[in-house]
């Protein structure tokens, strides 16, 4: 059973390291789809690891039912890794970048001085992010703006809405 808990740990260390060597090995076996990456040997010898130590601990069950089973489950661990991952990769969604918040609106969050700058709390693909602003006149704290352009990755020009 020792051996099996080994191959779990080890699993998620993989799994650890895939976060810090992304991409690794993606191009190895599998062409584009990389069916040989770190999260998915991570998600195979994890799952084989510990069915096996679950099998033979609990179940009472040898070593070689013991492997057998962790085989079967680290295949549909690894595989749906695999799956998971290249549907999020295929989702068709772009990233949001700072350039999608012209014309959005948002709200003042420390009043903007004229020829200063203030903050303002704007939603970047849904999340509330704070980003310095600048405008042409005075706005009060509380106040609806509009994004007129972006001046830099944390900047942006602001103008009050209308109503």
Known sequence: MGWFLGFGVAGLVVLALALVFDGLLES???GPDGFLSLPVIAGFVSALGF???VVMGAAGAGPFVATLSGVVAGVVAGWST???SRALIRSGEPAPRGEDLAGTSGAVVTAIPVGGYGEVLLYLAGQ???YAAKSTGPV???TEVWVDSVLSPTSVTVRPVDH
């Open 82 to 84: 695999w799956w998971f």
């Open 51 to 53: 069915t096996g130590a």
């Open 140 to 142: 009060a704290r509380g």
């Open 128 to 130: 509330p992010v704070k």
């Open 28 to 30: 190895i076996g599998g």
